[in-house]
């Protein structure tokens, strides 16, 4: 069933002190919606969360009382309408403004801190009957200008949206609900291998559906941006670049390039680009690249650092490189065939370098500056081209542990990188 989503929350306890903003947004053609808080008698929180919700007014008091405040029953609110990590901007909308620190370390606590928090005392926007909105909105729209790179991600963000709906536009065009289910059952056969025709694998089936739907999207959103000028204030200032920028690393961001965000993974997936940590000592004694010399001279700095920071933990991993054909189409024979590497978390980093030694064995290849999770935010990887190795699949889930997946044009570099390393005749010397 298609969901018709709000882009506007207001919560508050009194519908009089913001109606006004509600019809003003909804003669604009907006989205909003109002959720009455009061503690006797309001409305309960909703238990789905909201996809596109980008701005919420907040009022911080649910009762005439003044003493009920309790910034855990605002941040609950927030809770209720945005999940993790979600990029919103909170409008204080209050009669009492000195809560908004409160607050804040409240929604940090359960991550959902608002790009941007703007407080806004109601008795400065108060009228002989109502609030002055107009003058409200303007104010609002002054604090938000202090940050006009979010303008070039709206307009990004439109041509995702425009893209998606031209997409299933294309799709539904002309047709009835038989043709549009042999049309879909047609895109996953061809993207995922006829070992999907029958019945069951819902999952799996869905999951090539949505990764066909994804590329259709990468390649379409490109034509559907929107014409919309780049403000002069971006020209001077986002796109002005003269050297490189130097600020601190987003590994979570790194990671976004990296991997593939699929949380959990499912037990038994088989996946190529599939990351693993081993957990069976007799593969970790045949296939750790540690206890190689090369390897262990290279990595002396994380195994030897005397700089009184927290020490690094080596953790050994493989990772799937069978063909994705192969294995998209059930044919990679009794056997996946994995790389043995290494997860290093809190790495010692000397000079941005992971290395002991000067120079890098050929046969490495490095992630550096990842995130894995909130307790494994700061990680690299490094895989050896030397130890690849080969096991049936229900070993693999017994003696495994899933952690994350390359995507695709990564998982190419490495295949791609692996097959060159392998195909290596060498140079005799002449001595």
Excluded at 189 to 211: A, M, P, S, W
Aim: net charge negative.
């Amino acid at each position: 069933m298609l969901s018709f989503e709000p882009r506007i929350a207001v919560i508050d306890d009194k519908i009089d002190e913001v109606e006004g903003i509600i019809q003003k947004y909804q003669k604009e053609g907006v989205g909003i919606k109002y959720f009455n808080a009061h503690l006797a008698n309001g409305d309960d929180k909703p238990n789905i969360h909201f996809s596109d919700l980008n701005l919420i007014y907040l009022d911080v008091h649910y009762t005439e009382n003044i003493r009920d405040y309790d910034p855990e029953l605002c941040a609950a609110w927030i809770y209720s309408l945005v999940p993790e990590y979600s990029f919103y901007i909170l409008i204080l909308w209050s009669k009492e403004t000195d809560s908004k620190d409160e607050i804040l370390e409240e929604l940090k606590k359960i991550n959902r801190s608002p790009f941007a928090c703007i407080v806004k005392q109601k008795n400065d926007f108060k009228t002989k009957d109502s609030w002055d909105f107009e003058k409200l909105e303007l104010s609002i729209k002054g604090e938000l200008e202090k940050y006009p790179e979010i303008d070039e991600l709206a307009t990004w963000k439109k041509s995702i949206i425009h893209s998606s709906n031209t997409i299933i536009g294309h799709l539904v065009k002309g047709i009835d609900a038989d043709a549009l289910k042999k049309k879909l059952q047609k895109i996953i056969i061809g993207h995922g291998g006829t070992y999907l025709l029958g019945q069951g694998n819902e999952n799996e089936k869905r999951k090539v559906l949505f990764d066909a739907l994804d590329n259709i999207l990468s390649s379409n959103s490109k034509s559907t941006r929107p014409l919309e000028e780049i403000t002069q204030v971006n020209n001077e200032n986002l796109y002005n670049i003269p050297e490189f920028p130097k600020t601190d690393i987003d590994s979570k961001l790194n990671s976004w390039f990296h991997f593939i965000l699929q949380n959990p993974i499912p037990k038994e997936l088989i996946i190529p680009g599939l990351i693993s940590i081993c957990e069976n000592e007799s593969l970790i004694k045949n296939y750790n690249i540690q206890r190689d010399d090369n390897i262990a001279e290279y990595l002396s700095f994380q195994t030897n650092h005397d700089d009184g920071e927290r020490s690094p933990e080596l953790i050994d991993i493989a990772m799937i490189i069978s063909r994705p054909c192969d294995v998209a189409q059930n044919k990679y024979g009794r056997n996946l065939k994995l790389l043995g590497g290494l997860l290093i978390l809190n790495p010692i980093r000397k000079k941005n370098k992971l290395k002991g030694k000067s120079t890098m064995p050929l046969s490495l290849k490095i992630f550096d500056h990842l995130y894995l999770d909130e307790e494994r935010s700061d990680c690299a990887l490094i895989f050896d081209f030397r130890y690849a190795f080969s096991l049936p699949p229900n070993i693999f889930h017994e003696r495994f542990n899933k952690i994350k997946i390359f995507n695709k044009e990564l998982l190419s570099e490495i295949q791609v990188e692996y097959s060159s390393y392998s195909n290596r005749l060498g140079i005799t010397q002449i001595i």
